[in-house]
């Protein structure tokens, strides 16, 4: 099927003569399902090799301190992403196929693009009034590149989202998996052409901005499929569209935060006590050793978690927990030999990825950061399991706690252990939310009302942090 073709009947209702198959029952959607994989399997290992070599690409390029400054400032941009934008791109994700079965996909997508919009102005104009006061109380001088190129990358990041929400709505893997993965080695070698050219941080941000935004005119405009909305289809009213989506999408904002806070706080802990050249030994590391527990991650979780859904929503509860056994069976297993990988092979491992300046304590890092990753990975099997049950209001707790314990105990570590301390927080922090959200699946109940459709959208959007920066971690899918 070529990327224009219209995939619209996927979203319609099926007939009872297809359901089986709907549900992820029979021969051919387990072999429709083991295809699907592949292709997002295929996109995963594209975008983690690409990591892998701008690693090592970035690393020689980039002093300390440029490459732990660039992230830093990456990461507070996918802050107000998270907070200000991404709650009306989990409501595109929620609700596309719905009005694709309206007839209303184009002015769908066109409501939520404004709304979305409004959000990055909202913060663009919030992050400009926030550096200038920082800078004015700092004494510091305005470095407007700087901003110009951050600006770019997000602009471009908030029309690339909307675009490739609409993708993953309509389950165009292989269009998603190509875009992804052609984007993340532009974002290695464009960023690396710069910093050759001069080695700062203004460098490493304008090209990281200009390879995200090569990619957009081919996937986003050239093999973009058309949106036809029917005639005879009477859109809602627009206040009460935009009240719909804020509804929907508002409750995600603490939750997002407490994910940013999990993932990212303790970078800027090593920052705040140690400088800007801690924190990109730090991100390097990290780097390394999160990419392929979050690669098995997103790959089981793409393939398992349709099924597990479409098992419980059908009262088909023992296929349910033989799906959930043997994914978390796997994931476990899978993790635990990537933990094993990193203690026995991680100067070898280092040697291979990281520049020589980089090498400093890596291996320990390797090995903590890689535990704890394989934790918060078997979290996410769990959280798909409470979504199943319809427990989603279980996640919140277990995720403040992670968030807090990754702040708290970095604050603690760091001034004592260095780079260190905050890999021996990850393992800490990650550890505390599996411990609770084990607690909560066993304390689940079948049958509680917990909001399917919201927790199916919190699970995305508490891992929207995982995205990948090239050559800076796990950061931000």
């Avoid at 072999?31 to 690393?59: D, K, P, S, W, Y």
């Avoid at 404004?114 to 990055?120: A, F, N, P, Q």
């Avoid at 999160?290 to 089981?300: D, E, T, Y």
Wanted: proline fraction near 5%; aromatic fraction near 10%.
């Amino acid at each position: 099927m070529s990327p224009g073709t219209s995939r619209d009947d996927d979203l319609l209702p099926k007939t009872d003569g297809r359901a089986r198959e709907h549900l992820g029952f029979s021969r051919a959607s387990w072999m429709r399902a083991g295809r699907e994989g592949a292709v997002v399997a295929a996109g995963q290992l594209a975008v983690a090799v690409a990591g892998l070599v701008g690693i090592r690409l970035l690393t020689e390029l980039a002093p300390r301190e440029v490459f732990g400054e660039a992230n830093l400032l990456l990461g507070v941009v996918q802050l107000g992403r998270l907070i200000l934008v991404a709650p009306f791109i989990s409501a595109q994700v929620r609700f596309h196929p719905e009005y694709v079965i309206r007839g209303q996909a184009r002015w769908f997508t066109r409501e939520i693009s404004r709304l979305t919009w409004l959000g990055s102005a909202l913060f663009a104009l919030l992050g400009l009034v926030a550096y200038s006061t920082w800078r004015w109380n700092d004494g510091g001088g305005y470095r407007p590149m700087m901003l110009a190129a951050l600006a770019a990358y997000f602009f471009v990041d908030t029309a690339r989202a909307i675009k490739i929400n609409r993708l993953v709505a309509e389950r165009r893997r292989a269009l998603t998996a190509w875009w992804q993965g052609t984007e993340h080695w532009l974002t290695v070698f464009v960023p690396a052409t710069a910093l050759l050219l001069t080695a700062t941080t203004t460098s490493y941000l304008v090209g990281f901005a200009v390879g995200t935004a090569l990619v957009y005119p081919v996937f986003g405009g050239w093999l973009d499929p058309p949106l036809v909305d029917r005639e005879d289809g009477t859109p809602e009213p627009r206040k009460e569209f935009s009240r719909r989506m804020f509804r929907y999408g508002l409750p995600f904002v603490p939750l997002a935060l407490c994910g940013w806070l999990s993932s990212l706080a303790d970078r800027y802990v090593i920052a705040g006590f140690l400088g800007t050249a801690d924190a990109g030994l730090y991100v390097a590391a990290y780097s390394v050793a999160s990419r392929p527990f979050l690669m098995v991650g997103a790959v089981f979780t793409n393939f398992a978690r349709p099924i597990l859904f479409q098992a419980e929503s059908s009262g088909d509860a023992r296929r349910g927990r033989q799906v959930f056994a043997l994914w978390l069976a796997t994931t476990a297993t899978v993790c635990a030999l990537g933990v094993l990988g990193f203690a026995f092979l991680g100067d070898w491992v280092a040697k291979l990825l990281l520049a020589p300046a980089y090498r400093e304590g890596s291996v320990a890092l390797f090995v903590w950061i890689g535990l704890g990753h394989a934790m918060y990975v078997i979290v996410q099997v769990i959280e798909s399991r409470l979504m199943s049950l319809e427990r989603s209001r279980r996640l919140v707790v277990p995720s403040v706690s992670a968030a807090v314990a990754n702040l708290g105990v970095s604050i603690a570590l760091v001034p004592a252990l260095g780079a260190l301390g905050s890999g021996i927080t990850k393992a800490i922090a990650f550890g505390m939310h599996l411990l609770f959200i084990s607690v909560a699946l066993l304390r689940a109940r079948r049958g509680s009302p917990g909001g399917p459709a919201s927790g199916a959208r919190f699970g995305q959007q508490n891992h929207v942090v995982e995205k990948e920066f090239p050559g800076a971690g796990s950061d931000v899918d």
